[in-house]
């Protein structure tokens, strides 16, 4: 027998189970779901040093390997993390339950009665790197929505999340739920990446959750429809209405909260009536607080440690302390500049203007829209939604953030008393 | 010049073009759209004698080739079908425009004001079979909805389809709105469907709608995601406790009202208690409607007219005057058969037990679930959502009839006060 045939039997497995655990879920009460998320929140903590443990040997080999500074951080746990793993899910077990919920209901003239009613989507793969938290958060959410889940973590945390998954299946176990609700891909070989995202038959949606290597890796590949989150290429766009202490406050925070988030602003569009009033009190303060400006010729005149941008710096996420600025023509030159640049995923406009505010809020064709705040409020938790997945940058089922009801699917259920069609 | 790359290139001017009008459609006014609506339906009024010479073209070289009877009836135009997608065109102008509807709308404690608001999908990609009239109904639904579309018609219906299509594009032209909204693909080669499912830059989502051989090219070969509609293998279910009459009645129209129709029940699943009460006049009923009954052996004994069902007949969609019918022990066994040869479409329970009739919604993966109802009800405009272009059988997006609705997308337009994130 070949290796890979021992991996697709492996794979096919996994996906059996999960479908077979999917169709549990897909009937189990909202309280066996969150008896389960709690005790495995009990799990984690009552485990906390095997997951530790776990943890020290992937950070071992992962300091043999020279990971980067910034992926050890993402990777190593501590009390402080599990703990709020921990918690994390006794939030997701307070959340509503999404399923059952009747979204609308309505009657015909032949008296029949419609109801469109949230159901699960049935089996959901994850696909992600380096953070172990992941296996926990996103794992809760597809089972708070009632789904099962195959998750795919990243060589470098294999035994971590491994330890983290044990924890959820004694919760599952302890709540009476199939095990087999949420299993995690018991290989580091990435030929298994290849073979679930060709199982149609077992996963009915892929969500990758990592660089832009592994998500163009699971575009190009992926037979399984996705939840696709591409770049955060996110703009903040100040016209010369714009309060200046409201504006400074923000730009600042749009970029500098924290520079790695999908959220974080990557350009920064001035109106060229601003420029005298506005341009230099908000290049300052960025540099002031450590950011590298990238800027048109304009901009350079501000202060002599504006680099200049080049053309690709428009169309670059940095996840980092740069930012690129570009003095734009109105509010028609700075959507076009927004339409040919971003990601479709969130852009803002600071403005006194309320008409330019509605129609920046019409005409720009982003997941998620902003007038007079900080872009980096583009977040499930932020927005009311509990927890998220992710954010989708795509405009089919779910855009934006990926909460337990964007994990959902519907039927629609017809009551008659014998009604026949004509 | 190869002829490939000629193609390339006349397919990626399509996909540019409608990317360019969509960007003015998501801009486009409700009148607008209506008043292009209407004027491609005065057009198609104005034109008619135009058009059927069109399509006795196309009549004619598929006499030509011997295409079949049922293949021939569905491309054959006369003054009758020309008014009914005029009429089509009418109607859907008066539907309500869901492009800037509200969906939600809610406060967070900072004080944001978010709202989620329906817009356009983008580009729509359609690929069809041989009735001309789909040019219209799904290129006027795409419309209504703020979407440019691509068709790609059946090279049966090549003539006819762009003599429609000139109707619609006279429509848009008199409305203002660019003539490119809507394109046909203007060639039979069939090497444009390979070039249409992976032109992921230009189309958003692809609608295919034809029989089993054209679902499964698109599916294998798209890079675009589809709403796809796989099999209708619809199961009725007859329980002891049903009313005979409604029961007889509801079972006669789910099969023979139209046999040729997605929503048509294929399968009948009779409860082992109704045997003697209800299975002879249900499936004498069919019998003397003209209907090919294939059943089990305790049906067969009912009538020497019924003949044996196979395995395979479980797992048919005959779309003719055929059904298999079945006798199952109770709710679970039934829900099993429908579990294991069913496609997630169409199921009906006839009963008179409430519980039965909630546990069976509850627990049937089926897009639509009915109790006491024709399975034929699996119809957007039977469900009041004015027209559908298909019934998708996936769980992503759109689930069900595929009506204006779902043919949008939404985003999240958050209005603030300055607010930044701690």
């Given amino acids: ?129 380096s953070r172990p938290n992941v296996t926990s958060d996103a794992g809760a959410l597809c089972l708070k929505a009632g789904n099962a889940a195959i998750l795919r973590g990243g ?37 298994a990446v290849g073979i679930l ?43 010369a209405s714009a309060d200046l202490a409201m504006a400074r406050e923000i730009v600042l925070n749009a970029k500098m909260r924290r520079t790695g988030v999908c959220g974080a602003t990557e350009t920064l569009l001035i109106d060229r009536a601003a420029a005298d009033s506005h341009m230099a009190p908000l290049v300052r303060d960025l540099l002031e607080a450590g950011c590298e400006v990238r800027g048109d010729g304009a901009v350079q005149a501000v202060d002599r440690r504006v680099c200049a941008a080049a053309e690709e710096d428009w169309a670059t996420e940095y996840l980092d302390a740069i930012i690129s600025v570009r003095l734009v023509d109105g509010l028609d030159d700075a959507i076009d500049h927004i339409e040919r640049f971003g990601s479709h995923h969130t852009d803002a406009i600071v403005t006194g203007d309320p008409a330019s505010a509605e129609a920046f809020l019409a005409r720009v064709d982003s997941a998620i829209v902003l007038v007079n705040a900080s872009t980096q409020f583009a977040d499930g ?33 017809v009551r008659g008393a014998g009604q026949v069609r004509p």
Same sequence: chains 1, 2.
Avoid at 169 to 189: H, I, K
Avoid at 203 to 229: A, M, N, W, Y
């Fill in 1 to 129: 027998m070949r290796d890979d045939n021992g991996l697709n039997a492996m794979m096919t497995g996994l996906g059996r189970n999960a479908r077979a655990a999917a169709k549990v879920l897909a009937a189990a009460s909202s309280e066996a779901k969150n008896a389960a998320l709690s005790a495995a929140a009990s799990a984690l903590r009552t485990r906390r040093d095997e997951i530790l443990s776990a943890n020290r040997r992937d950070v071992a080999e992962a300091e043999q390997r020279s990971l980067s500074g910034a992926l050890l951080d993402r990777l190593v746990l501590n009390e402080a993390r599990v703990e709020s793993m921990a918690r994390g899910l006794d939030e997701i077990a307070a959340l509503p339950d999404p399923v059952g919920q009747e979204i609308a209901r309505w009657s015909r003239p032949n008296g029949l009665d419609i109801a469109r009613v949230r159901v699960p989507l049935g089996v959901i793969g994850i696909i992600y790197e």
């Fill in 381 to 413: 938790g932020e927005f009311g939604m509990g927890a998220e997945i992710g954010i989708s940058t795509g405009k089919l089922h779910a855009r934006g953030p990926v909460g337990v009801e964007q994990l959902t699917s519907f039927k629609y259920l």
């Fill in 155 to 191: 060589s470098e945390s294999f035994h971590s999340a491994r330890a983290i998954m044990d924890c959820l299946q004694e919760g599952l176990r302890r709540a009476g739920l199939p095990a087999e609700s949420l299993q995690l891909v018991p290989t580091t070989d990435r030929a």
């Fill in 197 to 239: 995202l060709k199982m149609t038959e077992f996963i009915d949606v892929i969500v990758p959750r990592g660089g832009r290597s592994l998500i163009e890796r699971v575009t190009e590949e992926s037979r399984i429809p996705l939840f696709q989150h591409l770049d955060g290429i996110n703009h903040t766009y100040v016209q």
